[in-house]
């Protein structure tokens, strides 16, 4: 039957930023129910049960030495969680079974806490090997010397990183292209040429780890990498030998797989599948295969037949035995308690649910030495004989291609080559090994040793890294004499990466005391507390410094830092988030957190993860010479389509040879800049398929043939909810603000028949509800695009509906005529559509595709650089001035550069706030504008009852001809009488007059053809009736109308 995968959820602290933005608490915890609930109410609370469900929110004490322990029965410590999990993975170990254990959660969810944990708060992989080594020296002490047992522990550490595997113990791997996974008939998938360090004893082991932790932080930096983006497997081997009851050598083995997965998020966040898992980058690729060999193997549990895909990523064939084999098998989901992160947590919480349900089957790896050694013969044998069959060529596969046998000739000899030196190694004593190992790695540990002793008293600088958990791993010294920093050999301090030179720069210590930091050249990047210098200057104790585009480095000073003590100066702590802050603020980012809205505040950390990945781009574009700039757009969610929400961070990118601009999502552009950077990566690895890695203008840049949003307008429909229509021309606005041309538009109210409807229009929307009204929007045409778009089109959502409406595409002119009619039912109208009239504008956005320009002969022959240089933010940098530099005053070019840039940010800021409040102030006066239209309609049609009254009373009388006859008319017919008809007229009155009839009206001239009420709109452009004549006037100053109760005369002023 086997048994089920035991899964395991930990809800961490808040962090400080979710502290200080005062974050919701979305979790709660009673037993073994989770219970997560929704922050913006949307959606019922959802409940999941666990094996086992940790507590870490709250409820703890620290210790004086760091570690955190409860303060009652709440909180759930790194002992209880090591107590329930890690003592069952070790008695099985010790049973000769399989084990895994791994981590899934959120980036910064608590997955290496757990696992590795941060001193003293140790996590489950130390104490498992603390205690696995604990247990090995009890045993020796009480076991039966007769059973001759021996212990054998080994360790190999390796990581995942965007489909390729690193041996994190032997850096010799992080070649191109890392190490290949092959599969063997018995043992399964397996790491090729991985190394499996026999260890002795903890501290090996803890030695070993550290080593690993260490290399990989200096693969991350050097390349660039995100290290929440990479996967990383511990696995100890566990092997006793011994003698059993009938005096036969027994081995029982256990593999533990300990692993700690990159953080989930992006996974299913930003749609990577399909087409664009396979052109884009892999980094997501195993952890989205292994969510979908979670869910197959779930489903297999209900009964569906489906094959499990685990061949289809490094991970899942390196997990399978984990997932769905010979193994005992633990998953912690890692939980974020804060509300922004519901989505996330959220699908956590359902992919642990859905782990409950695997079942793995495990068994007792033992097997007598002897078999163990005649299988491993046996196999060589049998791979010798195949590979001598391949040379003869008798062996033919029918439909496999030559390519692919050569491929399974190799991944033969290989295993022939494996099983060889696995033969050498049984045949090997543990000891000579250990021993063998032992001499290799000394070296590397002194040298380790040697550091630590060192940074006590010799200044050095140490590592930020944004994850924890690979702060402060490297360790350069900086001794008194000259120290010199480059990209390669014979630097003393090597680092590689983006915009590090060759010579960058040189750090000069004058016996312990003063300490310089000289820039090498002009275009040596290095940023001191977030400033840019060009010029040496004076290092201080925890001085942070940025060597090019991610060396990050806390400076320390031991010297220097007593004498800041004795002076009573308080000594800061730097983390990683403070030195990028700090950066930002001398960007002239607004990093002040008091008063921020939460959107704010979240903006901020966008921006704070996007700029650096902006100027890295631009730096891969600028050596690769891709002709590319990027830069941050910040998109309001009105420009979006939406109603409210948060001011998105995007990125603009544009060709720098003909001017076209695409503008990418920030998931988007992250997911580039990584496929930037793997294409770089091969570049500096002299991989001449570099520029062939993706096909067509991904990730640098799009087609010219790329839809991009030109801009967008607000269509405000108030009018037709008083059954008037309207015609506007309406600014469209780019995401900056700009006016990029302007959309005519009309809108017309109908009949349930589909009759337009002219004259019905009503005091108060009210009257409409529950009425059969259609309502017809057209966008007529889009005037005055900028000459670069050859298509264009429109879309918008209406109102209560998620649907967009597309037009269709045209091809764009000074006046596209577009006349996109859309027609709108909801029988019978609703109150709520009523309201959505008044208070809402519809967002129409336009798209269009630019033209494929030919690309300007001057700029072709350009470098990027010097096409850089050209454009207004973007200046290449200065020649540095001789001369200490001040540290307090210093202002250069690329200062003035980036200056410029947050300027053109604040500027894009401003103009779409301006718009904004434009839009609101645009609003109010509406809302103005429609009362008193209202007003005015409403005294209209009062004055025109009292007219026809008064008409029909003089009518009744007899009462003089003219004006009553004129009145009528108009009443009747909308027009005045022809002049004929009325010298007609005043000849008969005049007649009658001298037949005496008394004189009753004073006669005012004839009013003017006028306007009809104005429907409530704000625009430039006229809104008028579709019938524009009305029996009624409209003037500015309303009409005085006296009338005698008496004679019905009536005097009109
Ligand atoms: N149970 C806990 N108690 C106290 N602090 C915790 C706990 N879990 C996590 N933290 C803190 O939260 C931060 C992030 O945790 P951690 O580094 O384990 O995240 P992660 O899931 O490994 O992230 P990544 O995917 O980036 O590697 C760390 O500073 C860690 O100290
Ligand atoms: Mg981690």
């Known amino acids: 039957m086997g048994d089920n995968v035991q899964v395991a959820v930990r809800l961490r602290p808040f962090n400080e930023r979710e502290r200080v933005r005062n974050a919701k608490l979305v979790i709660k915890m009673e037993n073994n129910t989770t219970t997560i609930t929704d922050p913006d109410g949307k959606y019922p609370e959802k409940k999941f049960t666990f094996d086992f469900s940790y507590w870490s929110h709250d409820g703890y004490n620290e210790r004086e030495d760091g570690y955190l322990e409860p303060d009652g029965s709440k909180y759930a410590d790194q002992a209880k969680v090591f107590d329930d999990l890690g003592k069952g993975v070790l008695e099985n170990a010790w049973k000769g079974f399989n084990c895994s254990l791994f981590a899934y959660g959120q980036t910064g969810s608590g997955k290496s806490y757990s696992m590795v944990g941060y001193n003293p708060n140790k996590g489950i992989i130390p104490i498992t090997c603390e205690e696995l080594f604990k247990g090995i020296e009890e045993k020796k002490l009480t076991d039966d010397a007769e059973k001759e047992a021996e212990y054998q522990v080994s360790v190999s550490m390796l990581e995942i990183y965007n489909e390729?595997?690193?041996?994190?113990?032997?850096?010799?791997?992080?070649?191109?292209?890392?190490?290949?996974?092959?599969?063997?008939?018995?043992?399964?998938?397996?790491?090729?040429?991985?190394?499996?360090?026999?260890v002795s004893n903890y501290s090996d082991i803890e030695a070993r780890i550290a080593e690993g932790t260490r290399n990989r932080t200096l693969a991350a930096t050097n390349m660039n990498a995100t290290s929440s983006r990479a996967h990383t497997i511990v696995a100890i081997n566990f092997a006793q030998k011994a003698k059993n009851e009938a005096g036969?050598?027994?081995?029982?083995?256990?593999?533990?797989?300990?692993?700690?997965?990159?953080?989930?998020?992006?996974?299913?966040?930003?749609?990577?599948?399909?087409?664009?898992?396979?052109?884009?980058?892999?980094?997501?690729?195993?952890?989205?295969?292994?969510?979908?060999?979670?869910?197959a193997l779930a489903d297999q549990q209900e009964g569906k037949h489906i094959s499990v895909p685990y061949r289809d990523s490094i991970l899942t064939r390196l997990l399978k035995n984990a997932l769905g084999g010979n193994s005992k098998t633990v998953m912690i989901a890692a939980l974020s308690p804060a509300d922004i992160n519901y989505d996330e947590t959220l699908s956590t919480l359902r992919f642990a649910d859905r782990a409950k349900s695997i079942k793995t089957k495990a068994v007792v790896n033992e097997s007598p030495t002897d078999k163990l050694i005649r299988e491993m013969k046996d196999e060589i044998k049998r791979l010798q004989e195949l590979l001598e069959n391949q040379g003869s060529g008798a062996v033919v596969v029918q439909g496999v291609s030559p390519d692919d046998v050569e491929e399974m000739r190799k991944a033969q000899e290989e295993n022939l080559r494996r099983n060889q030196e696995e033969m050498d190694m049984m045949n090997q004593t543990w000891q000579q090994r250990l021993e063998e190992q032992r001499q290799v790695s000394q070296k590397l540990l002194d040298v380790e040793k040697t550091k630590q002793e060192a940074r006590k008293t010799i200044p050095h600088l140490w590592n930020l890294n944004e994850d924890p958990m690979l702060t402060g791993m490297v360790l350069h010294l900086t001794p008194p004499g000259v120290s010199t920093i480059g990209n390669v050999d014979p630097a003393s301090i090597v680092l590689k990466g983006l915009n590090i030179k060759k010579d960058h720069a040189v750090i000069e210590n004058d016996s312990n005391s003063l300490i310089y930091l000289i820039p090498s050249g002009s275009e040596s990047k290095l940023l001191i507390n977030g400033k840019e210098i060009t010029e040496r200057i004076e290092l201080r104790h925890n001085d942070r410094i940025m060597f090019g585009s991610n060396h990050l480095y806390v400076f320390h000073h031991p010297q220097d830092a007593a004498k800041q003590v004795k002076e009573g100066k308080v000594v800061e702590k730097v983390s990683f988030n403070s030195a990028q802050e700090e950066i930002a603020q001398n960007k002239g980012f607004d990093m002040n957190r008091a008063g921020k809205s939460k959107e704010d505040m979240l903006l901020q950390e966008d921006l704070i993860q996007i700029m650096p990945m902006v100027n890295e781009a631009n730096a891969i574009s600028e050596e690769l010479d891709k002709k590319m700039l990027y830069e941050i757009a910040l998109i309001s969610p009105q420009a979006r389509g939406l109603k409210d929400g948060r001011t998105e961070v995007s990125v603009k990118a544009k060709k720098l040879t003909n001017g076209n601009e695409f503008v990418w999502g920030r998931n988007d552009f992250i997911d580039r800049k990584f496929a930037m950077q793997e294409v770089y990566q091969m570049?500096?690895?002299?991989d001449e398929d570099w520029d062939k890695k993706h096909q067509g203008d991904y990730p640098f840049s799009e087609s010219d043939d790329y839809e991009v949003i030109i801009g967008t307008c607000y269509l405000y429909v108030q009018s037709l909810a008083y059954l008037m229509d309207m015609e506007d021309n309406l600014a469209i606005r780019s995401f900056r603000g700009t006016e990029e041309g302007l959309m005519s538009v009309e809108a017309h109210p109908f009949s349930e028949a589909g009759e337009l409807l002219v004259d019905e229009y009503v005091e108060e929307p009210g009257e409409l509800v529950g009425k059969d009204i259609q309502f017809m929007i057209n966008v007529k045409k889009i005037l005055?695009?900028?000459?670069?778009?050859?298509?264009?089109?429109?879309?918008?959502?209406?109102?209560?509906?998620?649907?967009?409406?597309?037009?269709?595409?045209?091809?764009?002119?000074?006046?596209?005529?577009?006349?996109?009619?859309?027609?709108?039912?909801?029988?019978?109208?609703?109150?709520?559509?009523?309201?959505?009239?008044?208070?809402?504008?519809v967002v129409i956005q336009v798209w269009g595709k630019q033209r494929t320009e030919p690309d300007d002969p001057a700029r072709v022959t350009m470098t990027t650089k010097e096409l850089?240089?050209?454009?207004?933010?973007?200046?290449?940098?200065?020649?540095?001035?001789?001369?200490?530099?001040?540290?307090?005053?210093?202002?250069s070019k690329e200062l003035r550069r980036k200056e410029s840039e947050i300027n053109n940010l604040h500027v894009a800021v401003g103009n779409a706030k301006k718009a904004q409040q434009e839009i609101e102030s645009d609003n109010v006066r509406l809302m103005r504008e429609n009362d008193d239209a209202k007003r005015e309609m409403m005294s209209m049609r009062r004055k025109l009852e009292l007219l026809t009254g008064m008409v029909e009373e003089a009518k009744h009388k007899?009462?003089?001809?003219?004006?009553?006859?004129?009145?009528?008319?108009?009443?009747?017919?909308?027009?005045?009488?022809?002049?004929?008809?009325?010298?007609?007229?005043?000849?008969?009155?005049k007649q009658q007059e001298k037949q005496s009839v008394p004189k009753k009206f004073l006669v005012t001239p004839p009013p003017h053809k006028s306007a009809p009420p104005s429907p409530p709109h704000h625009s430039n452009g006229a809104s008028k009736r579709k019938d524009s004549s009305s029996s009624s006037s409209r003037s500015s100053t309303p009409a005085k109308v006296n009338k005698s109760a008496k004679s019905g005369v009536c005097l009109l002023l």
């Open 248 to 295: 036969k050598s027994m081995t029982k083995t256990s593999i533990i797989n300990l692993v700690d997965l990159a953080g989930s998020e992006r996974a299913d966040s930003t749609g990577a599948t399909g087409e664009r898992l396979k052109e884009g980058s892999m980094i997501n690729k195993s952890l989205l295969c292994l969510g979908n060999c979670i869910k």
């Open 868 to 891: 850089l240089a050209l454009e207004d933010s973007v200046m290449t940098y200065t020649a540095p001035k001789k001369g200490v530099q001040n540290r307090a005053s210093h202002e």
């Open 164 to 198: 390729t595997v690193k041996d994190l113990l032997n850096v010799s791997s992080f070649k191109k292209g890392g190490l290949r996974v092959r599969q063997h008939p018995q043992k399964g998938f397996y790491v090729e040429q991985l190394q499996v360090a026999p």
């Open 958 to 989: 007899g009462d003089a001809m003219l004006l009553v006859k004129r009145m009528d008319h108009i009443l009747k017919r909308g027009e005045d009488l022809a002049s004929k008809e009325i010298l007609r007229l005043i000849k008969q009155i």
């Open 784 to 841: 005055a695009l900028p000459k670069r778009y050859h298509k264009v089109w429109c879309q918008y959502k209406f109102l209560l509906s998620d649907e967009w409406n597309k037009s269709q595409e045209i091809d764009a002119s000074l006046n596209s005529e577009l006349n996109f009619k859309k027609m709108f039912k909801t029988f019978p109208v609703t109150q709520q559509l009523m309201d959505e009239f008044e208070n809402s504008p």
């Open 683 to 686: 570049y500096v690895e002299e």
